[in-house]
């Protein structure tokens, strides 16, 4: 008596895995499950990344008059470079000594509420009274507190600093 088997149903091709024996598809199994959980766990990463970005440093504890000050972010108007040292320049027109570098002060501070116009200037959007074109394709920033230089926009960063006026 002779068994007749059907070849389509030993056709490896018809298998997503193929039964290469059963620790290859193990491993494999294993390989995708590895895979995903590691694009999950990447996605939540980056998720909690922006909402602690987002949120940004709420102050800033300064030394001045031998006394240790806490400077709410809120009643910061701008921060400036002056003699390779930050400041804070407040809306009261206060100015505060800050022991971080402006680029260390801008990574700590939320994107939608302070702009880095140039090397010297990182700006608070409430601190803005207007904006006007100025020559060469740059842009004139006016504050609302008095600051030794005029506050200039580079034609390369025009494009994101309207951008960042716009979508807040």
């Known amino acids: 008596m002779e068994i007749q088997t059907n070849t389509n149903d ?11 024996g ?6 494999k199994i294993e390989d995708l499950k590895n895979f995903f959980q590691k694009i999950r766990f990447l996605n939540l990463d980056d998720l ?20 240790y000050v806490n400077v ?24 505060y000594f800050v022991n971080h570098s402006l ?9 939608k509420q302070f702009f880095r116009l140039n090397r010297q200037y990182l700006i608070n959007f409430n601190a803005i009274k207007e904006v006007e074109h100025y020559f060469a394709r740059k842009l004139l920033v006016n504050v609302m507190v008095p600051v030794k230089e005029k506050l200039l926009v580079s034609k390369e960063k025009v494009t994101s600093f309207l951008h960042w006026l716009d979508n807040r």
């Open 103 to 111: 680029e260390q002060i801008q990574n700590s501070l939320s994107e």
């Open 22 to 27: 059963n620790a290859n598809a193990f491993e």
């Open 48 to 67: 909690l990344e922006k909402l602690t970005m987002s949120a940004g440093k709420k102050s800033f504890l300064v030394f001045k008059n031998n006394k």
């Open 72 to 95: 709410r972010t809120e009643n910061i108007a701008l921060f400036y470079v002056e003699h390779e040292s930050s400041v804070i320049m407040c809306f009261d027109k206060q100015e």
């Open 10 to 20: 030993m056709n490896p091709d018809r298998y997503p895995m193929k039964p290469l």
